[in-house]
């Protein structure tokens, strides 16, 4: 089975894309291919820092290297924001529980994307690069709801629900997600160049 070792140190990313790939890749985290990395995401796009991501692992390994870098954008926050600096927004906002308080009280209904970009490195040869992109659309939950998933999961009701993301279970989350919109591009990729 194709091998890809997985460039996150985020452990509710391995697991979903686990659960989106299993059976037809055999997907590595970090940990289990004892590589210790945390590079400096200091690009301005999804696709940069993805980039950055999986070019810091490569350096370890001779096997195919794919990251994640995924982030919310907030239509009342300002055009594609925090999107790329969504983890660090929550960092600077007292944490991501209280981020989510916020957002509930003071943009309801805001509409806000999420976007995922997948970098696969080394697949054919060395140097070469595909990228893969998904969305999820939708808005800012009117209260924190559920418990499951991960982030702005509690805020986020995507188009055509009426409830969070994370009041989804796995399975369901795991068919609707910009993550699986990503994934499913690259799958098609792997499919149609024989890879799986
Ligand atoms: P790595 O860089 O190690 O992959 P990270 O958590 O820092 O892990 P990002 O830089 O891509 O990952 O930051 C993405 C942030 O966007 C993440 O911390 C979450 O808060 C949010 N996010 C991304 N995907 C999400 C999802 O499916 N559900 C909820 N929040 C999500």
Redesign the pocket.
């Given at each position: 089975m194709l091998k890809i070792i997985i460039a996150?140190?985020?452990q509710h990313?391995v697991e979903e894309l686990n659960a989106m790939l299993e059976g037809k890749v055999e997907l590595l985290s970090l940990k289990d291919a004892g590589i210790s990395v945390d590079p400096d995401?200091n690009g301005k796009t999804y696709a940069e820092?993805a980039f950055i991501?999986a070019q810091a692992v490569t350096k370890f390994t001779n096997l195919p290297v794919m990251?994640?870098?995924?982030?919310?954008e907030i239509d009342e926050l300002g055009e594609h924001f925090p999107g790329i600096y969504?983890?660090r927004f929550?960092v600077e906002n007292g944490g991501?529980e209280k981020l989510n308080k916020i957002l509930v009280s003071k943009h309801p209904n805001s509409k806000a994307r999420?976007t995922?970009h997948i970098v696969l490195l080394n697949l054919n040869f060395e140097g070469e690069r595909l990228d893969f992109e998904g969305i999820m659309e939708g808005k800012i939950n009117t209260k924190i709801e559920g418990i499951n998933?991960?982030?702005?999961?509690p805020v986020f009701v995507p188009e055509g629900y009426n409830h969070s993301?994370a009041t989804l279970k796995p399975e369901e989350k795991n068919v609707i997600?910009?993550?699986y919109n990503a994934v499913k591009k690259l799958l098609n990729y792997l499919f149609e160049n024989n890879k799986i």
């Open positions: 996150t140190n985020n990313k995401e820092n991501k990251s994640d870098d995924s982030g919310i969504s983890h929550a991501q999420f995922c998933g991960f982030g702005y999961d993301v997600s910009h993550r």
